[in-house]
């Protein structure tokens, strides 16, 4: 009896230590998210800015196409670099654009046609980076690296780009998205130019598509296979991707007409 008594309490005793390290991990989390939380109320929303001349553009040139977007450096410093010394290198030359969520997304920089990892592809991984200040709105750059950790389960970056689209703004999610308390401007440039709201900081992104759009929405427009398969039905190639600035790739008027006024 006192055997078995001893086990029951040996077991009562570590569930009770377990339950103390969770809350404990949980008190600790929930510290560090209120004091690392992004100050979304007073955010300068950095795609509705016109660059500096010297702002870093990358320039894709594709089978439909040439657009260009400007590169936030500052603000995804990691994955920024690791972006430049790919194109650099030439990594994204000859790639293909291998998934397509009509309208909404496509992903692109895969050495093979259907997205799958080759000798060739660059697998490396880098924490996510987010701020308040970038968003995806319609035409924003993702990196793409899948998720990691085995416990709290977070989204990395990588090689592959998720280029976005936007989604349909019915009069529900427009409504649904009025009630929310927080940045109306973000809500405006949402519902102004499009984007993909549920991707809101759940990704780390580092540029914004601000020229070439007749090719990036042609690109966005294609169809797929069935539900089940996302390769789109034309091939569609990054024939090249190079680093310029903005100076040499000037185009106020999206900044200026489109998503918002270069003075916010």
């Known amino acids: 009896m006192n055997k078995n008594k001893n086990k029951t309490m040996m077991q009562l005793g ?41 702002t870093p553009v990358a320039v894709f040139e594709t089978s439909m196409g040439t657009f260009k977007a400007v590169i936030y450096e500052d603000k995804a410093p990691d994955l920024c670099k690791y972006f430049t010394g790919l194109v650099n290198k030439g990594y994204y030359d000859g790639t293909y654009v291998f998934s397509v969520e009509k309208d909404a ?3 692109g920089g895969s050495k093979s046609k259907g997205g799958e990892d080759t000798s060739d592809t660059d697998t490396k991984t880098i924490t996510k980076e987010t701020n308040a200040e970038l968003w995806p709105f319609k035409g924003s750059l993702i990196s ?55 991707f809101s900081q759940q ?31 034309t091939e569609i190639k990054i024939n090249n991707v190079y680093m310029s600035t903005y100076g040499e790739n ?3 008027s999206f900044f200026t007409e489109k998503l918002g006024s270069s003075s916010k």
């Open 105 to 107: 997304y496509f992903l």
């Open 144 to 198: 793409f690296g899948g998720s990691d950790g085995k416990f709290f389960s977070s989204n990395v970056s990588g090689s592959r780009i998720m280029f976005v689209g936007s989604i349909e703004f019915t009069d529900d999610i427009v409504s649904e998205m009025d009630k929310r308390p927080g940045n109306k401007d973000i809500n405006e440039i949402f519902k102004r130019w499009g984007g993909v709201p549920n």
């Open 250 to 252: 000037k185009n106020d």
């Open 14 to 54: 570590i569930m009770v230590v377990c339950f103390l390290l969770i809350l404990a991990l949980a008190l600790f989390l929930g510290r560090m998210n209120r004091k690392n939380k992004p100050d979304y109320d007073n955010a300068q929303l950095l795609q509705t800015q016109v660059p500096s001349d010297s």
């Open 203 to 233: 990704y780390t992104i580092f540029g914004q598509v601000y020229d070439g759009y007749e090719s990036y929405e042609k690109i966005c427009a294609q169809g797929k296979g069935d539900s089940s398969d996302t390769t789109p039905t």
